[in-house]
Nanobody
């Protein structure tokens, strides 16, 4: 079965950390660029961070630059998002998605093209 499954969300205090995981199955993981996205109520979906399978290049939204770090382990078919210095405005569902590796990280995270796969999301709640 082709799927992406997110995990690692939860409740954390402002300034705290969480690590999200996106585990893939059913497809050749290293053929795909993987990204993390979020969508707050009333706002457009935002590309948080994306990582290439070709060269490991990464993209970060300005809102998370310096606080979040994306990484991937192709042997485990998993992409991670380490989130530090969390803020209340980071509270939202986080989704991972996959698109063919010909798509650059900038295009995936900024233009949000049609994705090949989406996960169902994991909720991050940051409290003061």
């Amino acid at each position: 079965q082709l799927q992406l499954v997110e995990s690692g969300g939860g409740l954390v205090r402002t300034g705290g950390s969480l690590r999200l995981s996106c585990a893939a199955s059913g497809f050749t993981f290293d053929y795909y660029t993987i990204g993390w996205f979020r969508q707050a109520p009333g706002k457009e979906r935002e590309g948080v961070s994306c990582i290439s399978s070709r060269d490991g290049s990464t993209y970060y939204a300005d809102s998370v630059k310096g606080r979040f770090t994306i990484s991937r382990d192709n042997a485990k078919n998993t992409v991670y998002l380490q989130m530090n210095s969390l803020k209340r405005e980071d509270t939202v569902d986080y989704y991972c998605a996959a698109v063919h590796r010909n798509t650059t990280v900038q295009h995936m995270c900024v233009a949000l093209p049609g994705m090949d796969y989406w996960g169902k999301g994991t909720l991050v709640t940051v409290s003061s």
